[in-house]
């Protein structure tokens, strides 16, 4: 009954969340209905179970979700996003513009700007470019997560999205660890997906389908006269990236605070004080890009300043409590004696040798229950990161590998139909999941296959 109750829990979340109802509020009824099939409390599974873990995950990671929303609204009030994306467009033209959409998207994604916000600021673009190139509007929604979605939200170096920072607080490591690991990926990740969807184009196109008529959404031409240098708008982006790299590499390592920060009223325990300055360089750096993205344009963002702080702050309250509520849920199932058997399960894989696979497919599967990378990797990190960790160093497996390869897995199954940010891609987009979601997953699929191809090469290969 146990693990019936927790495969029925998870099916309806997923259900309700694909009906567009929030999870909100979906997440505490459906992790109460797995505990009442446990024979668990119903009112202490809430309040002692879900609350305290939903209310951690906040505790960690909303000033990411924060600086992020209001950095990526500051872009989009200055202008830069649009420039950017705009000058990509321009410069490669329709015939490539499958690769422009997936260019602009990846830029924006890898210089700090929120999913969410690359969806909104791309899409109009990209709407204008299919439209004179004739491909299927269908493919966009995938073209758009290809590049937002994928190899600049995980996999490269250095992105200084949420789901390459929660590693950092478990393994002790930075937004570059795995560098040549995850650089391979990336490159696996573009190339096979550039080339699937080049071939979808080309497949719709020899039967005679073009953009397509009567369609919703689409969007209204504005005025870019006063919209900044494409050139200068990138350094909002470039500034998020030098100042992580110059805090966490040159900075930070020169500081000898453990004296005083595993003290009183800090109390930061020893082993997590190099994670916890990890997440300062990315909190100042977010905090120059914001700085410099409100500068770059005053003319444009006079008057609009307030509404950009306002609107990514309000933002990233649904954008944190959706993915905490998930995250709430996800350990509360783990909380149940039917979950021990499939941890047992999980933690059994390759047993003998390098834990990556098993964290790699944890983390997937976590990601895909949850709907969310950040969400499933918290709580497959929250469970089994201090016995990766453990496995890894019995194996002689460097935890920068770890880093990358659970960043990686995060975002592979995350994108299942029921995840907040394909929902949100295909309102913006106004196509449905029978439409759309077809191309999406199998960019789903690609990324997600990429990290086991690549956990195989490094076994036989040994790079970091």
Do not use: C
């Amino acid at each position: 009954m146990a693990v019936l109750g927790i495969l029925l829990s998870l099916g309806l979340l997923m259900f309700m969340a694909y009906r567009g109802f929030s999870v909100i509020f979906f997440a505490p009824v459906f992790a109460i209905l797995a505990a009442i099939f446990s024979g668990m409390a119903i009112m202490p599974t809430y309040t002692e179970i879900f609350l305290p873990n939903l209310a951690g995950y906040v505790k960690v990671y909303f000033p990411f979700f924060l600086l992020g929303a209001v950095f990526g609204k500051a872009m989009e009030e200055s202008g830069a996003a649009k420039a950017i994306a705009k000058a990509i467009v321009q410069k490669l033209g329709k015939r490539q513009a499958i690769l422009a959409v997936v260019l602009s998207a990846a830029i924006l994604t890898y210089g700090g700007v929120s999913l969410f916000v690359v969806a909104f600021a791309v899409y109009p673009f990209a709407a204008s470019i299919f439209k004179e190139a004739d491909i299927p509007k269908r493919l966009i929604p995938a073209t758009i997560a290809l590049g937002a979605f994928t190899f600049t939200m995980d996999a490269l170096p250095g992105t200084p999205q949420i789901q390459n920072s929660i590693p950092m607080k478990f393994f002790n490591t930075d937004l570059y660890a795995a560098p040549v690991f995850g650089t391979l990926g990336a490159i696996i990740i573009f190339v096979a997906g550039i080339a699937y969807l080049e071939w979808r184009k080309r497949t719709a196109q020899a039967k005679g389908e073009g953009y397509g008529t009567n369609h919703t959404q689409e969007p209204e031409m504005v005025d870019d006269s006063n919209l900044p240098n494409p050139w200068l708008s990138v350094l909002p982006l470039i500034s998020v990236l030098v100042v992580t790299l110059i805090l966490q590499k040159v900075v930070f390592p020169s500081w000898n605070i453990t004296s005083w920060v595993t003290q009183a009223p800090y109390s930061i325990p020893k082993g997590g004080v190099v994670g916890t300055m990890n997440n300062w360089a990315l909190m100042i750096a977010l905090l120059v890009g914001i700085t410099l993205a409100i500068m770059i344009n005053p003319g444009r963002i006079k008057g609009n300043v307030a509404k950009a702080i306002n609107a990514g702050a309000i933002g990233s309250l649904l954008a944190v409590m959706n993915t905490a509520s998930e995250v709430g849920f996800g350990n509360v199932i783990k909380s149940l004696p039917g979950f021990q058997t499939i941890a047992h399960a999980l933690m059994g894989i390759n047993s003998g040798g390098s834990p990556l696979l098993s964290e790699a497919v944890t983390v997937n599967t976590l990601a895909g229950v949850t709907g969310s990378a950040s969400g499933g990797m918290s709580i497959a990190l929250d469970t089994f990161g201090k016995q990766y960790l453990d496995w890894a160093h019995r194996a002689g497996v460097n935890p920068e590998l770890l880093h990358r390869v659970a960043s990686m897995a995060s975002g592979g199954f995350d994108t299942l139909p029921h995840n907040g940010a394909v929902i949100t891609l295909l309102g913006i987009a106004g196509l449905t999941h029978k439409q759309s979601y077809k191309d999406i997953f199998a960019i789903t699929l690609i990324k997600a296959g990429t990290v086991f191809v690549l956990i195989a090469l490094q076994a036989i290969f040994h790079f970091v």
